[in-house]
């Protein structure tokens, strides 16, 4: 009896040893291996669908990678930036840009302003220093221009819209009508034509008579009482800049002794 229930004992235990494909132990490995693979299936496919989602194509992963985290990758460098057509080097600025002179300078607190004015007024640096002079070097004073008659002599003058002329009764005075006002020679500016001009003196040979040589009009000269200004004369200037005239006799013919009565003309080419 014992003999039979171990053969019949070691049966089931050898076919359960042989594989799944008989006995009960079989059937439910199979039975439960036939719902495994349903269900494998469907979290199979809802997983990829899910890691799809999740993480981009192969295809479309450098397409949507943006150009900065490609140029900042740790093997590849920086693309250089192309280089000109020409290796001629780039002109220089245009009168209405900074220019080298501005650098130089330190203008401090007011560089922003300055720039700013010089685009905005489009001006050199040149031409907003002459701005700045014309206006405030010399205040309450107009630059007139004038010249000869026939245009080889030109100059520029400042002085005031008011004009207080001297009309001298002198020898060569009296008979050229040399009626003029006097500025120091700071304010007088010879434009052109200088290798135009010739000079006539006599007596004392302190005043000294400019002309041109070609049309013979005395359009300013050296006067003897100053000899250190220019007298100008007020028909020469350009029309525009005059606001009004005032005239003195001065009598030239005494004038040693018209010098020394009169008060202020001596100083009339002072600063």
């Known amino acids: 009896m014992r003999r039979a229930r171990s053969s019949a004992a070691a049966a089931p235990r050898g076919q359960k040893r042989s594989g799944p494909s ?4 079989a059937a439910a490995a199979s039975t439960s291996n036939d719902h495994r693979p349903r269900r494998s299936a469907s979290q199979g496919s809802s997983g990829k669908s899910q890691a799809a989602k999740k993480q981009p194509s192969a295809r479309r992963g450098p397409r949507r990678s943006p150009p900065r985290a490609q140029e900042a990758g740790p093997e590849q460098q ?49 031409g907003a220093a002459k701005l700045l002079l014309d206006t405030f070097e010399y205040q309450g004073l107009v630059k007139h221009t004038g010249g000869c008659h026939c245009g080889a002599v030109r100059f520029e003058v400042w002085a005031s819209a008011d004009l207080h002329i001297f009309d001298c009764n002198c020898s060569i005075c009296k008979k050229k009508q040399n009626r003029h006002f006097i500025v120091p020679a700071s304010r007088f500016k010879l434009l052109k034509g200088a290798d135009s001009l010739t000079t006539y003196t006599f007596n004392t040979h302190k005043a000294q008579h400019t002309f041109c040589k070609k049309c013979g009009v005395q359009s300013f000269y050296t006067p003897r009482s100053n000899p250190g200004g220019f007298g100008i004369a007020p028909h020469c200037l350009d029309e525009g800049t005059v606001r009004s005239v005032v005239t003195e006799n001065f009598n030239g013919s005494d004038w ?16």
């Open 22 to 25: 008989s006995g009960p132990g």
């Open 78 to 126: 920086p693309a250089e930036p192309a280089l000109p057509l020409s290796s001629s080097p780039s002109p220089p600025p245009t009168p209405a840009t900074q220019t080298s002179s501005v650098s130089t300078l330190d203008l401090g607190e007011q560089r922003e302003r300055w720039e700013t004015f010089q685009k905005r007024q489009r001006l050199s640096f040149e």
């Open 256 to 271: 040693e002794k018209a010098m020394k009565e009169h008060k202020t003309i001596k100083n009339m080419s002072k600063e």
